[in-house]
């Protein structure tokens, strides 16, 4: 069954990039059929996956407002092994674009619908900040994951993103959850890092990933060059946190379904 997951969180800085690009590749390199959505107009994901955005003929901006097909617009990377829907700086112009166009919020939904047989699941980086294109990822996405630095201002940020996801599942989107709440960049050197990360763990409970992306210099060097960390140093603890969390995700999602089977 097919899964579309939104990666957001409107904090800048708090690993949704990061999260994207390796967590699709990590996902790849298990044999999963993997689409990546770049919907952040500064093509970090995109970058990040050895695509130069400076050199795209058909992007995200034209799946959303000029109803190119995601077929006619992915790109199929034999490195990474996944599909990437890439971005660059027109989709700044799209946010205020959308919001003239009827139907502004389920533009992604539908491009996805004639697509989303092709994969087990789609991966979709949000922009920093809960805007038109926000929206749009929510409204398609099945559930979210939640990229979150164990600090101080991270739970005040956090408050307002689980507003948003209260607010779309209403008006929008009934069967949208939030998939987990992930720590990244932790030290556990450091005691609010530790304090923060109870205190999540006390609030959503089973929520928040047993796995913990470290901070880690190879992680934080492997968009430079294009890469994800596994092909970068994949025996660095960045990658093996990411492998490690897509284990993660598709055991809960295995015992999901055997628990679904059950009831049925």
Request: proline content about 4%.
């Amino acid at each position: 069954m097919s899964k579309i997951l939104a990666i957001a969180n409107q904090k800048g800085g708090v690993g949704k990039t990061t999260t994207s690009v390796n967590l699709a590749a990590s996902f790849a390199a298990t044999r999963r059929r993997i689409l990546l959505i770049d919907l952040d107009p500064q093509g970090n994901a995109t970058m990040g996956s050895g695509v130069d955005k400076r050199e795209l003929e058909l992007s995200s901006y034209e799946v959303l407002l000029e109803g190119t097909p995601v077929t006619a617009a992915r790109q199929s990377l034999q490195d990474t092994g996944y599909d990437l829907l890439a971005a660059n700086d027109d989709l700044t112009a799209a946010d205020m674009a959308l919001l003239e166009e009827d139907g502004r919020e389920l533009k992604l939904k539908s491009a996805l619908a004639p697509v989303i047989v092709d994969y087990d699941y789609v991966i979709i980086d949000c922009p920093p900040a809960l805007n038109m294109l926000t929206i749009n990822a929510l409204v398609a996405a099945n559930s979210v994951i939640i990229p979150t630095q164990c600090e101080y201002y991270a739970l005040e940020g956090l408050s307002s993103l689980l507003s948003t996801v209260e607010k779309i599942r209403k008006l929008l989107n009934p069967g949208l959850q939030i998939e987990g709440l992930l720590r990244t960049m932790f030290d556990p050197r450091n005691n609010l890092a530790n304090q923060v990360s109870a205190q999540l763990l006390e609030h959503f409970g089973e929520k928040v990933y047993r796995t913990v992306i470290p901070r880690n210099v190879r992680l934080a060097e492997a968009p430079s060059h294009g890469l994800p960390a596994l092909l970068y140093d994949k025996a660095s603890s960045g990658a093996t946190a990411y492998l490690a969390l897509a284990g993660e995700m598709l055991r809960r999602d295995e015992s999901a379904l055997g628990l679904r089977g059950k009831l049925q």
